[in-house]
């Protein structure tokens, strides 16, 4: 089956690129397009996409209340990148607070492109860990950063737990992170389970989000 990808941008042009760069994959199949985060969730429920592809500047409903309201609202929803011309902007920081599972510019190549789809479709988070730090270390407030420590600390984690949590903060595949240290793939997989349910995080960048806001890995 391939991966289904719904494109929201309120540029014509830069849906047309994304469609033309996905579709040229046999994998990945683009079964519908938005122009404005508004139009997402009926969207979302009606075609059922493996991926959105969201932009975080929108006029009427941005990407941060749309990733918002797609996993408050939608049982099973689907992973979302979202698309942005600026890496450090604030919007993509708010946009992988609310959920988001990683972000993608809008310069990327079209191998980056096709890359960040199958990746976040196989539950694995899309992250660029300097950006990440720049930006928690730019826009993580203090209300957030209180909050985040008194959920690390309720946590818990073990030592092997903390330490594979320290790794996917470095951007870290599980497969690399179980190269570093000397465990099977299924092993990591189970550290990094335990770790989003102790964190209460929804997926990958949820946790290292939380991580960097605790100052459990420092940000800077």
Do not use: C
């Amino acid at each position: 089956m391939p991966v289904t990808v719904l494109l929201v941008d309120d540029e014509p042009l830069v849906r047309a690129g994304l469609r033309a760069v996905l579709e040229a994959q046999s994998d990945i199949e683009v079964v519908g397009e938005a122009a404005d985060g508004a139009a997402v969730i009926p969207l979302v429920r009606r075609l059922r996409p493996d991926v959105v592809a969201m932009d975080v500047r929108m006029p009427l409903m941005d990407g941060i209340e749309a990733t918002r309201a797609v996993l408050r609202t939608v049982e099973r929803p689907p992973k979302i990148v979202v698309v942005t011309t600026f890496e450090n902007d604030e919007y993509v920081y708010e946009a992988l607070r609310a959920g988001a599972d990683g972000f993608l510019l809008k310069r990327a190549r079209p191998a980056e492109i096709v890359h960040a789809v199958r990746l976040v479709a196989e539950g694995e988070s899309l992250l660029f860990p300097a950006s990440v730090r720049q930006l928690a270390a730019q826009y993580g407030d203090e209300g957030g950063n209180r909050a985040a420590r008194a959920a690390m600390e309720r946590a818990q984690l073990t030592e092997r737990e903390a330490e594979v949590l320290r790794l996917m903060a470095r951007g870290l595949s599980n497969a690399e992170i179980a190269a570093r240290l000397v465990v099977g793939t299924e092993t990591v997989k189970s550290h990094v389970s335990a770790v989003l349910a102790k964190l209460g995080a929804r997926d990958r960048t949820q946790a290292v989000i939380a991580a960097y806001e605790s100052g459990f890995v420092a940000p800077g």
